[in-house]
């Protein structure tokens, strides 16, 4: 079963909104997640990188004031998209680490109309 | 800067067809190299990690092997179920601990 599960699978959302996603570990306590950003036939992209209690890492190019990252408990990593413009539609996907072991979570596509 | 490589872009294989994926990568020093299989709309579902020149792993009927510049994956006798977007990624190590940078991915598709 998934070791990482994210939260919505799809969401449509209307331009100027904003938008959360949410990552969660099960049964293990993840330290640091990573989020990517994948465009269609497109490989994945890492925006960032967000560590339990401490500020997220960006990726050089990503915006942290419109990717906002929480990374709150060690269960518990959250995405949110702000003033979310047609340009931000994509698949959003978090990773996880356990051990040697990485997990992806199942992903989000995001539709701003 | 680390890169990776895959190729071919796409494949197309008959059912029974046997073929190899590419990954070749430039990293300044290899933590690992891990393999991933990506069905359309979903995350990515780990396959293989490799960490040495000469490592080989199998799982079903693919087989990673790894050299000091290159990966391979092996698909022997594929079926229409192993059709998916075949990712690798490598681990470089250093300071940011975990962070892989991916190639763009070979789409692989095998039909009956």
């Known amino acids: 079963g998934a070791v990482v599960s994210q939260h919505p699978s799809r969401v449509i959302c209307k331009s100027g909104t904003s938008v959360k996603i949410e990552c969660r570990s099960l049964?293990?306590?993840?330290?640091?997640m990573f989020w990517y950003r994948q465009f269609p036939k497109q490989s994945l992209m890492l925006m960032a990188t967000s560590n339990e209690g401490s500020k997220a890492t960006y990726e050089q190019g990503v915006e942290k004031d419109k990717f906002l990252i929480n990374h709150a408990s060690l269960t518990l990593s959250t995405l949110t998209v702000t003033s979310a413009h047609p340009e931000d539609s994509s698949f959003y996907i978090c990773?996880?680490?356990?051990?040697?072991?990485?997990?992806f979570g199942q992903g989000t596509r995001l539709t701003v109309v | 800067e680390d890169q990776v490589t895959q190729s071919p872009e796409a494949l197309r294989l008959q059912e029974g067809e046997s073929s190899s994926l590419n990954c070749s990568y430039t990293?300044?020093?290899?933590?690992?190299l891990f393999w991933y299989r990506q069905d359309p709309g979903k995350g990515p579902e780990f396959l293989f990690t490799l960490y040495s020149a000469g490592e080989e792993k199998e799982k079903e009927r693919l087989k990673a092997t790894l050299t000091k510049k290159e990966s391979f994956l092996h698909i022997t006798a594929p079926k229409p179920e192993d059709s998916a977007t075949y990712l690798c990624a490598v681990d470089a190590g250093g300071t940011s601990y975990g962070k892989l940078t991916f190639g763009q991915g070979t789409i692989l598709t095998v039909h009956p």
């Open positions: 990293v300044s020093g290899l933590r690992g």
């Open positions: 049964d293990f306590q993840a330290t640091t």
């Open positions: 990773r996880s680490v356990r051990g040697a072991e990485a997990f």
